[in-house]
């Protein structure tokens, strides 16, 4: 065996990999990453793969890069960990101020929690809870839209559309509301938004909150639509008195051309935003739940039952805050203009692509197209030709999407779209 083979053999012995139907790992064997440089990732026999869905969406700047990595080593030097229950560090505080600074102060309290699935949970219990807390304890139903994805915990679940993740599960599930989503393919936003106005006008008096994916609905397959869904979204929640929460796991961070997606909208600010995946660079686990001075308010008091008692032992853990005070210091420098002029490489060298492909679109770092009448195992073809081409991706059903770090000169965003033309060649031929 290669060193590759080798690897790849124990892992299937050894190791449950995530989302993945372990059975076919003989046909599908893992790629054994030895290191990452910039967008490459390279395995233990020396081969590279360009890192085109960001390792799960999380890398922003390319792996090993070295402002991240010398943020995290200078905290390693201090302080490691340490509670944030009865203490509080710097990089945490820091943290929390430049995140509620970027919404003017409208969210200007942060609860940090692990991963993007613990954030939805979070919220969630902390809408349902400052209801509870007012006297509203009736307002214990939740909204999500058709298709959405917000997570694999049960509660993250139970806002989840996405059968082939919720189905197994679902005797044990919440049962929530799941309304019409917008899509620009099919132009339903108007009615999308009229089916919402419906439910929020029969059942408002029960319900905690709507959750949302602003601008593209990852799972789904890279679902757009536009920033004036999101605005008509926040008057009902408003006028009707709900709570709104956008999750922005996977579109924060500058992926779709803010930094936060939602300030496309033009409309006032969600009660909660939710981050993770690429607020650390692709370094460190970490959530953050940020929330209103109103939603804060109903858990203010020395009455035990009334706080929010929710935490992780490595809440708030202070290398993960510097990763992400690292990471904003990025964007405090001008990254978003420089991911404009990324975005419009990519538009340009996908441009020729559009003719053998459906609904070629793009928001920000973010491009995906669908393959019509895709042959079976579509997805797990086009991974498997794509590794030949010096290509990691994983497409999402028959949608092929682009979600690269934020590394994108004119020969890049060409080696992508020749090496994605060239593996849908191979599949489709």
Request: aromatic share 8%.
């Amino acid at each position: 065996m290669t060193s590759s083979q080798d690897l790849a053999a124990r892992s299937r012995a050894a190791v449950w990999h995530p989302c993945t139907q372990m059975a076919r790992l003989a046909d599908m064997p893992p790629l054994p990453i030895a290191r990452g440089e910039g967008p490459w990732l390279f395995d233990t026999d020396g081969r590279r793969y360009f890192d085109a869905n960001s390792s799960w969406w999380v890398n922003l700047f390319g792996h090993s890069d070295k402002p991240l990595l010398d943020a995290i080593k200078s905290q390693l030097d201090t302080l490691p960990h340490v509670m944030l229950a009865g203490c509080t560090h710097e990089p945490a505080v820091r943290l929390a101020e430049r995140l509620s600074e970027r919404t003017g102060g409208a969210l200007g309290h942060v609860f940090f929690g692990s991963d993007g699935a613990s954030a939805v949970e979070i919220a969630l219990k902390q809408s349902f809870h400052s209801w509870k807390n007012r006297g509203r304890a009736d307002k214990r139903e939740f909204v999500c839209l058709k298709n959405s994805y917000h997570g694999e915990t049960l509660g993250a679940l139970s806002v989840t559309d996405v059968q082939v993740f919720r189905d197994a599960y679902d005797p044990l599930l919440m049962r929530a509301h799941i309304v019409a989503s917008p899509d620009a393919r099919l132009g339903n936003e108007a009615d999308a938004l009229a089916a919402m106005r419906t439910l929020l006008a029969e059942r408002h008096a029960h319900i905690a909150c709507v959750i949302v994916e602003p601008l593209i609905q990852g799972a789904a397959g890279m679902v757009m639509y536009s920033p004036t869904y999101l605005a008509g979204l926040r008057e009902l929640t408003r006028e009707f008195g709900v709570h709104l929460i956008a999750d922005e796991i996977a579109v924060g961070c500058g992926r779709t051309g803010t930094f936060f997606a939602w300030e496309q909208a033009g409309a006032p600010w969600p009660d909660f935003i939710l981050l993770s995946k690429g607020i650390t660079g692709g370094t460190m686990p970490l959530s953050l739940v940020l929330t209103t001075n109103d939603v804060f308010a109903a858990f203010w008091s020395e009455d035990v039952t009334r706080g929010f008692l929710h935490s992780h032992s490595y809440t708030g853990n202070p290398l993960a805050c510097a990763a992400a005070n690292a990471v904003l210091d990025r964007f405090d420098a001008g990254q978003l203009d420089v991911n404009r002029q990324q975005a419009e490489r990519l538009t340009r060298a996908f441009a020729p692509l559009a003719p053998r492909v459906a609904h070629l679109r793009q928001r920000g770092m973010i491009l995906a197209f669908d393959v019509p009448e895709a042959p079976p195992r579509f997805a797990e073809r086009f991974h498997l030709a794509a590794r030949a081409h010096q290509l990691l991706i994983r497409p999402i059903g028959s949608t092929v999407y682009l979600m690269p770090p934020y590394l994108i000169d004119d020969a890049t965003a060409a080696f992508l779209a020749g090496a994605v033309t060239t593996t849908l060649n191979d599949v489709l031929a």
